[in-house]
């Protein structure tokens, strides 16, 4: 069985707690709170399954505990050949609608660059209404996006039916 695990950087909560919901749905997943568990890039290499969460902030940035890891990820090229890798992650579509969960795009383009397949949870664009998100590829976003702030009610059906889609698209 693959070993699930879900890194996540969160500020404001949104994104910890669909990363809780996340290790609650997939069995045995570990979850990495990136301020408090991060150590350094090997504790990658401990699972076959990345599910990556960060919240968007600035111009469409990670959220701040991400910012090393990926600079070094940057620098040191780490291999991610044969791993899966999906993303989630947190925004504001009604006071931030020009980078709209934009940081899912940029960490899903550094992900790639360094051989993960990044092509899993894949989302809808439907119901949400925002100006531009570099999350959007090919008329979908590159994971899943929430919206606690003005879709609260939304966020526990994303997050379920996402990981029934994950478990699905990676045979887990």
Known sequence: MAKV???????GGVTLSA???????????????????F??????DEF???LIGSSTWGQGDPQRDWVDPLYEM??????????KVAFFGAGDQESHPEEFVTALGKMKDIFSK??????????STDGYSYKYS??????????????DIN????TDERVSSWAAQIKQEMGL
């Open 19 to 37: 990363a809780e919901k996340l290790e609650e749905l997939f069995e045995g997943a570990e979850l990495i709170n990136m301020e408090e568990d």
């Open 48 to 50: 076959d399954v990345l």
């Open 114 to 123: 360094l051989g993960a397949e990044t092509e899993f949870g894949y989302t």
């Open 134 to 147: 570099y999350a959007e590829k090919d008329g979908k976003f590159c994971g899943l996006a929430i919206d």
């Open 74 to 83: 940057q620098n040191e090229e780490p291999d991610f050949s044969g791993k």
């Open 5 to 11: 695990g879900i890194f996540v950087g969160s500020s």
């Open 39 to 44: 150590d350094d890039l090997e504790q990658f």
């Open 151 to 154: 879709q609260e009610d939304l």
